[in-house]
């Protein structure tokens, strides 16, 4: 089974901080792990992906994300955030036949 | 032009009546799914379609059915609606050659059923 948690609904950092953003998962197989934005009122942006390559992922946007396997992680971080960064963030695992398990998100609030 | 399309986009309805939303996407996916969003729940998936002939019930389809009128083509069905399926509605989509790759979402349809 496959799931994945997401500590966390709310995060505020100031303009200029790191953003880090966590995300733990749980898999039966070698997991595919995503991180999406949502920002408001639209739909949902893949940020990057894990695919079983390079455990460092770097995404658009300044984002990039370590993948743990020894603490079934996959943290979203961003050295310095910019106003812009507010939104809804999404951890996902891919299992089986595509399907995929959402975390409940974490809404990112940057303080100018 | 938008490569997954989501129609309406907003909808606002009375506790009984049948609701038809529609997907329809230009990425030659052969996988669709559909979603509904809640506040603090994050999405869950309601049904999802490996292709024309190919549909399957996701974690909470009751009260819901689908139609997989063409591979471009999805629809989502509430026979009668009720206030508790108030939600945002996704369409997503992904191509089986990506095995599981990422998935691509429509901007979303909000209902509300009073």
């Known amino acids: 089974a496959q799931s994945v948690t997401q500590l966390g609904s709310h995060v505020s950092v100031s303009e200029g901080a790191l953003v880090l953003l966590r995300c733990n998962y749980s898999?039966?197989?070698?997991?595919?792990l995503f991180w999406y934005v949502q920002y408001p009122n639209q739909g949902l942006q893949l940020l990057l992906k894990?695919?079983?390559?390079?455990?460092l992922v770097k995404g658009i946007n300044g984002f990039e994300a370590e993948f743990k396997k020894s603490e079934t992680s996959f943290h979203l971080t961003k050295p310095s955030a910019h106003m812009s960064d507010a939104a809804e963030y999404f951890c996902?695992?891919?299992?089986?036949?595509?399907?995929?398990?959402f975390g409940t998100g974490t809404s990112l609030t940057v303080i100018p | 032009d938008a490569d997954v399309t989501q129609t309406p986009r907003n909808r606002i309805t009375k506790t009984g009546k049948r609701i038809m939303l529609e997907c329809s996407q230009t990425k030659g996916h052969d996988r669709m799914y559909w979603y509904r969003q809640d506040p603090g729940l994050g999405l869950q998936l309601i049904y999802y379609?490996?292709?024309?002939?190919?549909?399957n019930k996701g974690e909470i389809s009751d009260g819901y059915s689908v139609s997989r009128q063409a591979q471009a083509k999805f629809s989502l069905s509430l026979e009668s609606a009720i206030p508790n399926q108030t939600a945002l509605y996704f369409c997503?989509?992904?191509?089986?050659?990506?095995?599981?790759?990422?998935?691509?979402f429509g901007p979303g349809t909000r209902l509300t059923v009073l």
């Open positions: 898999s039966s197989v070698p997991p595919y």
């Open positions: 379609s490996f292709d024309v002939k190919d549909i």
């Open positions: 996902a695992v891919s299992g089986n036949g595509n399907q995929f398990y």
């Open positions: 997503a989509t992904s191509d089986s050659s990506g095995r599981r790759d990422e998935q691509f």
């Open positions: 894990y695919t079983s390559a390079a455990t």
